[in-house]
T-cell receptor, first 115, second 111 residues
């Protein structure tokens, strides 16, 4: 069964450093997402991406964050200057859209620890 | 604004049925989902239901939707220890780009 893959699975970084989280969405999907989950808390929407541009973003997704689809298969989340409160599990997701019930399929997550 | 509420914990005995409840506020919700998260793992889609349905059954899972009360439930028949996990209720709507999640219900299954 096709799946969303994410790398790295774990990353520890120093405060102020840049981090890039990588994702390979399901190949025929058109919508791409990043969510995050701070330990023990809700899964929070960060950003959605469609047709090579951001379609929606949350208040969390400030100027420190950016997304890119550099080629036909990868989808990346960059955090420019990490803060302690960015420590969380970051989930990439993709969907085919309304034709499949808007169903979002998630990757296994990238656990980011900022020290 | 959109919000999804769930109770935080549920404890059942192995073999019993589990019922996890969820309420949502967005009346324009078109799709409602249940995801399962095991410790340290990602979110696994269990099932989803369109808002024009009131019930969906998939093996041991039964989803009930009361659109008038904006109430969604997930029933797991013959609950097993392997069902112990966090269950997230979520909603989205046609034309929307995001899915809103509840805080998750932690299901404990006692042997």
């Amino acid at each position: 069964e096709p799946e969303v893959t994410q790398t790295p699975s774990h990353q520890v970084t120093q405060m102020g450093q840049e981090v890039i989280l990588r994702c390979v969405p399901i190949s025929n999907h058109l919508y791409f997402y990043w969510y995050r989950q701070i330990l023990g808390q809700k899964v929070e929407f960060l950003v959605s991406f469609y047709n090579n541009e951001i379609s929606e973003k949350s208040e969390i997704f400030d100027d420190q964050f950016s997304v890119e689809r550099p080629d036909g298969s990868n989808f990346t989340l960059k955090i420019r200057s990490t803060k302690l409160e960015d420590s969380a599990m970051y989930f990439c997701a993709s969907s085919a859209g309304a034709s499949s019930g808007n169903t979002i399929y998630f990757g296994e997550g990238s656990w980011l620890t900022v020290v | 604004g959109e919000d999804v509420e769930q109770s935080l914990f549920l404890s059942v005995r192995e073999g019993d049925s589990s019922v996890i409840n969820c309420t949502y506020t967005d009346s324009s919700s078109t799709y409602l989902y249940w995801y399962k998260q095991e410790p340290g793992a990602g979110l696994q889609l269990l099932t989803y239901i369109f808002s024009n349905m009131d019930m969906k059954q998939d093996q041991r899972l039964t989803v009930l939707l009361n659109k008038k009360d904006k109430h969604l439930s997930l029933r797991i028949a013959d609950t097993q220890t392997g069902d112990s996990a966090i269950y997230f209720c979520a909603e989205s709507y046609t034309g929307g780009f995001k899915t809103i999640f509840g805080a998750g219900t932690r299901l404990f299954v006692k042997a």
